[in-house]
């Protein structure tokens, strides 16, 4: 079943080049299922790179989808001009008083400001608490998933002394959950990052799924409808690969992204070695979500 976007999204066409199916609102409208209501706060500076990554995961399940674009109210977008945002995004303001059987917030480049500085502080605090009440189970991403696991339940983050930039082998671990059912037991997921998560801070009521030697990559909440994923599923086979350029063109010296390129030849295309997870992954989280979330939207949060 198709994914409902925006008509003149330029994810669209990215979408429809790779076999996604995407669905017009007028045809959508004539359908008797109620299409599920998934949000995406989107924090990242290349909104459209950011938002057909995850359109892509979520446009592949078996469903009819809407999905809503969010972001942060106030905030002014260097990377991204403000009639693009008013095309196609609603503010947190816009969509607060919504119900969404699903929600994502995504990674932002903030990692070395402590959480309490970051400008939109006081408004990330208002939107985790309300996905409580609004939202009938959410996924948190990357800087997303610190952000959320240290307000939520007081974990801690530090700097490490080299930035996790590549892509590992993780391993399944834990309890059977029907979030990673058919993932292979050590699967390639892609890593960007300068911060891991104390271990020792992970207390009651959180489950590591998905370990590695790198770090944590994904914990479930069993106080509360969560997934906090660390790393990046939804990167597509240049999302490191450009990291890496950009960083070499500013003279940072980075390392060669592990495990990315073939033989580590930077002149080869990059190998996507998680795609079939990634799509996995997130047509579990949909599935999950479409067998468990209420007909009636007005019932989400009510727990």
């Known amino acids: ?31 008797d299922i109620r299409p599920l209501q998934i949000g995406l706060l989107n924090l990242m500076p290349n909104k459209e790179r950011t938002e057909t990554q995850f359109a892509r995961l979520i446009g592949s399940t078996p469903l009819q989808i809407d999905l809503t674009l969010v972001r942060i109210t106030d905030h002014q977008s260097r990377n991204t001009s403000e009639d693009y945002l008013r095309s196609f995004y609603s503010t947190w303001e816009d969509v607060r008083n919504r119900k969404f059987d ?10 070395h400001i402590p959480f309490e500085e970051v400008k939109y502080w006081r ?29 939520f339940h007081g974990v801690k983050r530090y700097r490490m002394a080299k930035k996790a930039f590549g892509v590992f082998r993780h391993t399944l671990v834990g309890r059977p959950t029907p979030w990673l ?47 906090y994923m660390l790393n990046h599923f939804e990167y597509d086979n240049r999302s490191l690969a450009d990291e890496y350029e950009r960083d070499l063109k500013a003279g ?12 580590g030849d930077t002149s080869a295309e990059p190998e996507n070695r998680w795609r079939s997870h990634a799509h996995l992954m997130f047509q579990n989280w949909i599935n999950e979500i479409y067998q468990t979330t209420p007909y009636d939207m007005a019932a989400i949060g009510a727990r």
């Open 123 to 151: 408004e990330m605090v208002e939107i985790m608490d309300w996905t409580g009440t609004n939202v009938h189970h959410t996924m948190f991403i990357c800087w997303g998933a610190q952000a959320a696991l240290h307000h």
């Open 181 to 227: 059912r058919g993932l292979s037991d050590s699967p390639m997921i892609p890593v960007s990052r300068y911060n891991d998560i104390d271990r020792k801070t992970i207390g009651a009521g959180l489950d590591v799924l998905i370990d590695s030697d790198i770090g944590v990559c994904m914990i479930e909440d069993r106080t509360r409808p969560a997934l």
């Open 252 to 263: 940072l010296n980075p390392d060669l992204p592990a495990n990315l390129y073939p033989n």
């Open 102 to 111: 699903g929600f994502i917030v995504t990674g932002a480049p903030v990692a």
């Open 1 to 31: 079943m198709p994914i409902r976007i925006p008509d003149n999204l330029p994810a669209r066409k990215t979408l429809e080049t790779e076999g996604v199916v995407v669905m017009d609102s007028s045809r959508a409208s004539r359908q």
